[in-house]
């Protein structure tokens, strides 16, 4: 699917600007970039936080949008949306920061069944998602064990909500690729939890 421009015009409301019109008007008119900021930063932060932690988010958060005004010359529409896009620099971030979210797995995977108030990160939310509450111990364990490249389409997927087609925009890998990678993650997990389906709770037909 190829994104639709817009005809962009420095005047034209914020609202009826399209996301890829957004970019292309960025080129001449830098501060237009901000406006691609606002719509999507609580997002991006939000998927940050799941997946390191909220400090990382508040860090990181701000690396992400300035790596994509920087390439925004790069963007063409023809290859995706600029949601995935951005994506695709938030997974440069964590790859940065791969070894903060293993401990926040290893950590998760120590304190299962813990009852406490602190706040957890990413790791419950998938877990609530998929509802597997009582499995969150195995549930992590599966997670840390998952390739590097496992882990983001399953978390593209599950936490970001991404369409295949946009988890394969965001890590620029195949389509085939999204949907083979998923398959092999949902095995993976399924054994981990004892044959129960880590995507949609329950047993695993």
Do not use: C
Not at 146 to 175: F, K, N, T, W
Request: hydrophobic share 40%; charged share 30%; glycine share 8%.
């Amino acid at each position: 699917m190829t994104a639709k421009m817009t005809a962009p015009g420095l005047d034209d409301p914020p609202e009826t600007v399209s996301d890829e019109a957004l970019v292309e008007l960025s080129r001449r008119t830098p501060e237009r970039f901000g406006e691609i900021y606002d719509r999507y930063v609580s997002e991006i932060h939000a998927y940050l936080g799941r997946r390191l932690d909220r400090q990382a988010a508040d860090d990181l958060t701000a690396e992400v949008f300035l790596a994509a005004f920087r390439k925004r010359e790069t963007f063409d529409p023809q290859r995706g949306a600029v949601r995935p896009w951005l994506y695709g620099f938030a997974g440069n971030v964590i790859a940065l920061h791969r070894r903060a979210e293993t401990r926040r797995l290893a950590a998760l995977q120590r304190s299962a069944g813990a009852d406490d108030d602190r706040e957890h990160g990413h790791e419950d939310r998938v877990i609530a998602r998929m509802d597997a509450v009582s499995t969150q111990g195995r549930l992590a364990a599966g997670l840390r064990a998952l390739s590097d490249g496992d882990r983001d389409v399953l978390l593209l997927s599950a936490l970001a909500e991404l369409s295949h087609e946009e988890v394969a925009q965001a890590l620029d890998i195949p389509y085939g690729t999204v949907g083979s990678r998923l398959s092999r993650v949902r095995r993976k997990l399924r054994a981990a939890l004892g044959g129960v389906n880590p995507l949609f709770g329950g047993p695993d037909g």
